[in-house]
């Protein structure tokens, strides 16, 4: 099954420099440490002279939890910020245009500019969507601040609840698109694809949901993929959201203004930023996104955070909690797949 050891050294390998920290494909490892959905990594980028092509790699999809492709442009999103904050950490500022992105191809041009060495930027291989029971303690209104200053990018609205009411409120829908989600067969399946229930599993794929990183035990590949529909049962697992989110110190819901691939890579950028900055104050953060991927619970879910007629985005719990381990990531080398101009 592989060693937890082997796999620290495994992931300090895919966090670390390059050896020209100054190069393109330096800021595509960057742009690889995003959040993404199931942890797919569902991109791929071309290299040329000062740009870098990100591209939508269709063939890690996830249909059944999302079968508009919504979180997979989120995703872009993400990397498309982290990209633009190393740009400018190595003096370089990225330009794009995000209309673009409606054929799932975006093009990152980079200018020569000042150096911007952001907290944001030293946070993005410490970053990670920590999937475990957090303390319960508050996060000050002076962070709550930076962490909304942070996030902010034009086209998105951003919900912060930590008034305890209201985030029972959205617990309920948590549990019952949780629910929705386990009793379906297809989205069990999907899941399991998607799982790697070992250290050698994870390193050898370099993606998915590596099962320590969740807080479960390690076993070989084929005793979960047995064993798996046994204990992935509805009962515990609303029991587990249900101590994450009253652990927490609040909740964010990201709202974009429209429905669109562009809008759902800003929402991908806003979170990004949203993610780094927490990361920078040592407050934790983890998706629970089920009222927003199982459709009926999204019209619930605009209301209770006060903008109807929207489709909420994602919904993020944050709070101060211990790390657990990174999820893996695919090299640079594999996911680069020609240097040209572009």
């Given at each position: ?58 063939a890690r999809r996830t249909p059944v939890v999302d079968p508009d492709d919504h979180h ?91 008034e305890r009411q209201m985030m029972e409120k959205i617990l309920e829908l948590i549990i ?76 964010a819901v990201f709202v974009s203004e429209r429905e669109d691939k562009e809008s759902w ?78």
């Amino acid at each position: 099954m592989g060693s937890m050891r082997e796999y620290a050294a495994f992931i300090a390998a895919t966090r670390a420099p390059l050896a020209d920290p100054a190069s393109m494909y330096d800021l595509v490892r960057f742009a690889t440490l995003a959040a993404n959905g199931h942890n797919t990594q569902p991109w791929r980028f071309g290299i040329g002279t000062n740009q870098v092509l990100m591209i939508a790699d269709v063939a890690r999809r996830t249909p059944v939890v999302d079968p508009d492709d919504h979180h997979l442009f989120v995703s872009l999103g993400c990397a498309l910020e982290n990209l633009s904050i190393a740009g400018a950490a190595r003096g370089f500022h990225a330009e794009s245009n995000l209309h673009d992105a409606e054929q799932g191809r975006l093009a990152v041009h980079f200018k020569p500019g000042p150096r911007e060495n952001s907290p944001l930027f030293e946070a993005i291989p410490r970053r990670q969507s920590t999937r475990g029971v957090y303390d319960g303690r508050p996060v000050s209104e002076a962070d709550l601040r930076l962490l909304l200053g942070a996030a902010r990018v034009p086209g998105v609205d951003i919900v912060v609840i930590t008034e305890r009411q209201m985030m029972e409120k959205i617990l309920e829908l948590i549990i019952e698109g949780n629910t929705a989600q386990i009793e379906d067969a297809s989205f069990v399946r999907e899941l399991k694809d998607w799982i790697r229930f070992n250290p050698r599993s994870a390193m050898q794929k370099g993606d998915g949901l590596f099962s320590a990183s969740t807080g479960s035990p390690i076993v070989p590949t084929w005793l979960g993929s047995l064993f798996f529909g046994q204990f992935f049962r509805v009962d515990s697992e609303n029991k587990k959201y249900v101590n994450q989110v009253r652990s927490s110190a609040g909740l964010a819901v990201f709202v974009s203004e429209r429905e669109d691939k562009e809008s759902w890579i800003r929402v991908g950028r806003s979170s990004q930023r949203f993610a780094l900055q927490a990361t920078a104050l040592g407050v934790r953060h983890a998706f629970v996104n089920q009222p927003v991927e199982v459709h009926r619970f999204r019209a619930p879910l605009a209301g209770i955070v006060g903008l109807p007629n929207r489709r909420p985005d994602l919904v993020m719990r944050f709070g101060y909690g211990p790390a657990l381990p990174f999820s893996p990531r695919r090299s640079v080398a594999a996911l680069v797949e020609h240097e040209s101009a572009i």
